[in-house]
């Protein structure tokens, strides 16, 4: 008997819905096949006290699922793409990245950010939030607000902050959106995503050319173009985790739009929108922006 396919990924309530939709996909493409999960505990999630940009590691969600997938003790892992660093291991490669889900941040809480109260506490981990909610209202104020999706809307309703920000994406996979009253925010103007946010990446070993044919049939050309555009705008600026940085990649009305929102170290945030028609170079006219201070 033919084994299943292995699909490592990490045990936590999201990652097991994206991991079994993922396994549903290739399910549908490839009539007949098995398909198992292989959950893994990653090191982000052993620290729930630590912000993430206080780890001072890269990949700290990605690296367990990875070695399974080098090891030969999966046949390929599944991320959430804006945990996946821009540079890995030379012997995988990003096979698949299905169609993004809605890549907003959505506020919890409060109707607005205007209606927030003075000196509101906010629960994010995020520097990217903390910059650009602080541009918006700079009497704020933050913790960290750790955990999976569950946790998280726990200590909110227990008063641990008295609003938070959180992706629209995880919330609506796990049919959460309604019960937390999750406002949407507007992506330009209140809180720009994180770079590849929404988006899955399934990895699989370079030279597995089986499983690459398999994932392939996965892949959405025009999430994928986004998805590198905003990847490649997060190397050039060699950013990571501990990057207050924003950035979205959108097609809208038959051109490309490109937005970045990255804090400087003076706590100012610099915005820039370049937009085209072809998304060829648009990563490198933003670098090019961006480093020259235009």
Known sequence: MTRPFR??????????????????????????????L????????RDLTT????????????????????????????????DLPTSGPETLIIAAIPPRADPRDVLIGAAAISALPPDALIGTSSLRRQVQLTALRGDLRF?????????????????????????????????????????????EHECTPAPAQAALAIECRRDDHTTCWRLAALDHHATRAAITIERTVLAGLRGGCSLPLG??????????????RLGRDDGSLH??????????GLAQRMLAALMGGG
């Open 143 to 187: 913790t960290s607000l750790r955990g999976n999706v569950h946790t998280r809307l726990r200590k909110l309703a227990a008063g641990d902050a008295a609003a938070s920000v959180m992706a629209h994406a995880g919330l609506h996979r796990l049919g959460l959106l309604r019960v937390a009253a999750a406002v949407p925010l507007d992506p």
């Open 51 to 82: 912000p993430l940009f206080g780890l001072g590691i890269q990949g700290v969600f990605v690296k367990e699922v990875q070695n399974a997938v080098l090891s030969g003790a999966a046949d390929a892992g599944v991320h959430s793409c804006k």
């Open 271 to 280: 915005t820039v929108t370049i937009e085209a028609v072809s998304a060829d």
């Open 7 to 36: 699909l490592a990924t990490r045990a936590s309530p999201l990652a097991l819905w994206q991991a079994r939709d993922v396994a549903r996909r290739l399910r549908r493409a490839h009539p007949g096949l098995r398909v198992t």
């Open 38 to 45: 292989v959950p893994l505990v990653s090191t982000g999630d």
């Open 247 to 260: 950035c979205l990649a959108r097609r809208i009305d038959g051109r490309w739009r490109l937005v970045v």
